[in-house]
């Protein structure tokens, strides 16, 4: 089974020209259209992010990762294809066909999401703990009592001191922000959790235990979890499928032992064989 | 005879290393069968293409050619060389387990929880999982003050006897070996000997590769011998 299925999912940024599809892409070697310079960041992405299971998205800066997670996950709506979601009662929808109000609806009742900027993800201003509690205000819990309950349980699960929920995130450490940035993604029970670059700031050794945080939570909630990284070990660890990107196109997809033990394309060959 | 588990019929590897732009087989046309409660050994030299012959079946090399069948449980039959990659996984989880020399676990990971890990991925509770790895390690041999220490820490031999109980904590309809003896010390193969031949007993069906010749004698019911040269070529 399967959450998401694209076809042809394509973005633009730029005015756009005839041939902008054909004269960008890994064969091309770029992903900016010759002709009249538009940046082709998806070209006829086709994909499927298998349910209860981690994709990883590896591929080099600008290959169109972050661009892929943000139109799944409903903050960009510029991309044309199709791309359909199977949401928890099993209908599939098709992303494009939703209004803002009906991706937002998504986006705070059925997806998470984590930056590699916490500031991207918290609000400073704000206790760490009111930052859980905001999440689970919008899945339409009103009792402060309930709210400060869970956000004291998401903090706990996720490795947060509690004594400091009513801190600003601001004083944390780098890997405690992702900690809370964490609990704040699950504080609706999402059913997908986008993940980009989540460890990618951090010390190698604050950067395990957040890797061991994630995988423990797959082990225990069976999320779906789409993983972006360019760090190829971080996939290998935690992704059990893997899809490649290069110049907005998806050169490769495969189980994760296969794409690092038999590589079939040129570029994951290289980036494989430079990662060893 | 006992039923057919899987059948191989002209499987065949070939790598293209776009580097260098060459190509060569690592093997072509092999065929066998493997029954359940037997072992099939492949035998055959160096470079030989033997690992590469479990790896296709198991999937961690993308077959170039040929079928595997193979008979689930359920009475199903499933291509292994085109099966989805999302059905290859689950029976990888539950009927299909592979031992190879080396064993992959997470850095920080318990040998227990190392052992639970293939459990949990799928619907019983992480308490139970952990029971039936405690079990596991106690049959295969494990001494109880590692397994709660990461295998990154133990000897060749030790971590091993995790390899294996990993893959037997699923109870497997399918084990692919890759020569699991090769660091282990004479007491410990004898243990991992005894263990194949209990799993043979049990029904369980098994191919693979084993360094000794004299083991392989003892253990297989079938000999295929693997090779006739690795042809280089151009791509
Ligand atoms: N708002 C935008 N306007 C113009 N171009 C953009 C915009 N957003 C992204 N791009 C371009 O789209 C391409 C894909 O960007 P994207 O952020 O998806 O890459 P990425 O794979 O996530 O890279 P990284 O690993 O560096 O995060 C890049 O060439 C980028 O410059
Ligand atoms: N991932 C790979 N990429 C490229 N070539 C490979 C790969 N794996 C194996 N080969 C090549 O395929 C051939 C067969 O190798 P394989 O490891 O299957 O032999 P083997 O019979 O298991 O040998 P041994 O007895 O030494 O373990 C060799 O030439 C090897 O170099
Ligand atoms: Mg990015
Ligand atoms: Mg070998
Ligand atoms: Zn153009």
Same mark, same amino acid.
């Given at each position: 089974?399967?959450?998401?299925?694209?076809?042809?999912?394509?973005?633009?940024?730029?005015?756009?020209?005839?041939?902008?599809?054909?004269?960008?892409?890994?064969?091309?070697?770029?992903?900016?259209?010759?002709?009249?310079?538009? *940046?082709?960041?998806?070209?006829?992405?086709?994909?499927?992010?298998?349910?209860?299971?981690?994709?990883?998205?590896?591929? =080099?800066?600008?290959?169109?990762?972050?661009?892929?997670?943000?139109?799944?996950?409903?903050?960009?709506?510029?991309?044309?294809?199709?791309?359909?979601? !199977?949401?928890?009662?099993?209908?599939?929808?098709?992303?494009?066909?939703?209004?803002?109000?009906?991706?937002?609806?998504?986006?705070?009742?059925?997806?998470?999401?984590?930056?590699?900027?916490?500031?991207?993800?918290?609000?400073?201003?704000?206790?760490?703990?009111?930052?859980?509690?905001?999440?689970?205000?919008?899945?339409?819990?009103?009792?402060?009592?309930?709210?400060?309950?869970?956000?004291?349980?998401?903090?706990?699960?996720?490795?947060?001191?509690? !004594?400091?929920?009513?801190?600003?995130?601001?004083?944390?450490?780098?890997?405690?922000?992702?900690?809370?940035?964490?609990?704040?993604?699950?504080?609706?029970?999402?059913?997908?959790?986008?993940?980009?670059?989540?460890?990618?700031?951090?010390?190698?050794?604050?950067?395990?235990?957040?890797?061991?945080?994630?995988?423990?939570?797959?082990?225990?909630?069976?999320?779906?979890?789409?993983?972006?990284?360019?760090?190829?070990?971080?996939?290998?660890?935690?992704?059990?499928?893997?899809?490649?990107?290069?110049?907005?196109?998806?050169?490769?997809?495969?189980?994760?032992?296969?794409?690092?033990?038999?590589?079939?394309?040129?570029?994951?060959?290289?980036?494989?064989?430079?990662?060893? | 005879?006992?039923?057919?588990?899987?059948?191989?019929?002209?499987?065949?590897?070939?790598?293209?290393?776009?580097?260098?732009?060459?190509?060569?087989?690592?093997?072509?046309?092999?065929?066998?069968?493997?029954?359940?409660?037997?072992?099939?050994?492949?035998?055959?030299?160096?470079?030989?293409?033997?690992?590469?012959?479990?790896?296709?079946?198991?999937?961690?090399?993308?077959?170039?050619?040929?079928?595997?069948?193979?008979?689930?449980?359920?009475?199903?039959? *499933?291509?292994?060389?085109?099966?989805?990659?999302?059905?290859?996984?689950?029976?990888?989880?539950? =009927?299909?387990?592979?031992?190879?020399?080396?064993?992959?676990?997470?850095?920080?990971?318990?040998?227990?929880?190392?052992?639970?890990?293939?459990?949990?991925?799928?619907?019983?509770?992480?308490?139970?999982?952990?029971?039936?790895?405690?079990?596991?390690?106690?049959?295969?041999?494990?001494?109880?003050?590692?397994?709660?220490?990461?295998?990154?820490?133990?000897?060749?031999?030790?971590?091993?006897?995790?390899?294996?109980?990993?893959?037997?904590?699923?109870?497997?309809?399918?084990?692919?070996?890759? =020569?699991?003896?090769?660091?282990?010390?004479?007491?410990?193969?004898?243990?991992?000997?005894?263990?194949?031949?209990?799993?043979?007993? =049990?029904? *369980?069906?098994?191919?693979?590769?084993?360094?000794?010749?004299?083991?392989?004698?003892?253990?297989?019911?079938?000999?295929?011998?693997?090779?006739?040269?690795?042809?280089?070529?151009?791509?």
């Amino acid at each position: 089974m399967t959450v998401f299925e694209t076809q042809n999912l394509t973005r633009f940024y730029g005015v756009r020209c005839p041939r902008c599809l054909e004269k960008t892409g890994a064969a091309a070697g770029t992903n900016i259209c010759p002709d009249c310079g538009t *940046v082709v960041a998806l070209n006829n992405v086709n994909l499927r992010v298998p349910k209860g299971e981690i994709l990883g998205v590896i591929g =080099e800066s600008g290959s169109g990762k972050t661009t892929l997670l943000r139109y799944l996950y409903g903050v960009d709506f510029g991309a044309t294809g199709s791309a359909l979601y !199977r949401n928890p009662s099993g209908e599939m929808i098709e992303l494009g066909e939703l209004d803002p109000a009906q991706r937002r609806r998504l986006r705070d009742r059925e997806f998470g999401i984590v930056f590699q900027n916490p500031h991207q993800g918290l609000n400073f201003r704000i206790s760490a703990g009111g930052n859980i509690a905001e999440r689970v205000l919008v899945s339409g819990e009103r009792n402060y009592g309930n709210i400060r309950e869970r956000a004291t349980l998401l903090l706990d699960r996720t490795g947060v001191p509690t !004594r400091r929920m009513d801190e600003s995130p601001a004083g944390f450490s780098g890997g405690m922000q992702q900690r809370v940035q964490i609990a704040r993604a699950l504080a609706t029970e999402p059913c997908v959790l986008f993940l980009d670059e989540v460890t990618t700031s951090l010390d190698l050794s604050v950067q395990a235990k957040i890797l061991d945080l994630i995988l423990e939570l797959h082990q225990r909630t069976r999320l779906s979890i789409l993983l972006v990284t360019h760090d190829i070990g971080v996939a290998r660890m935690l992704a059990s499928h893997c899809i490649v990107m290069r110049y907005g196109q998806v050169v490769e997809t495969g189980l994760m032992d296969q794409i690092l033990e038999d590589p079939q394309h040129a570029y994951t060959q290289e980036l494989i064989g430079a990662s060893l | 005879m006992s039923a057919t588990i899987l059948e191989v019929r002209n499987l065949k590897k070939r790598f293209t290393l776009h580097e260098t732009q060459t190509s060569f087989d690592a093997f072509d046309n092999v065929s066998l069968t493997v029954r359940a409660g037997s072992f099939t050994g492949l035998v055959g030299a160096s470079g030989a293409g033997k690992s590469s012959i479990l790896k296709c079946i198991y999937r961690r090399y993308l077959p170039s050619g040929g079928n595997c069948w193979f008979h689930t449980t359920d009475g199903e039959i *499933v291509d292994l060389v085109t099966a989805s990659d999302q059905r290859t996984l689950e029976l990888r989880r539950k =009927e299909i387990r592979f031992v190879s020399q080396f064993l992959h676990t997470l850095p920080r990971q318990s040998a227990r929880k190392a052992v639970a890990e293939p459990l949990i991925q799928s619907e019983i509770t992480p308490e139970d999982a952990l029971n039936q790895a405690t079990a596991t390690l106690e049959r295969i041999g494990l001494p109880q003050r590692l397994w709660d220490l990461p295998p990154a820490t133990f000897s060749g031999g030790e971590r091993q006897l995790v390899n294996m109980a990993r893959a037997l904590i699923v109870r497997p309809r399918l084990l692919l070996l890759d =020569e699991p003896t090769a660091s282990l010390d004479p007491a410990s193969t004898r243990k991992m000997v005894e263990e194949i031949a209990r799993l043979k007993a =049990e029904g *369980v069906a098994l191919l693979g590769v084993f360094h000794d010749p004299e083991l392989m004698d003892a253990l297989a019911e079938e000999k295929i011998h693997v090779g006739g040269g690795v042809t280089w070529e151009k791509a």
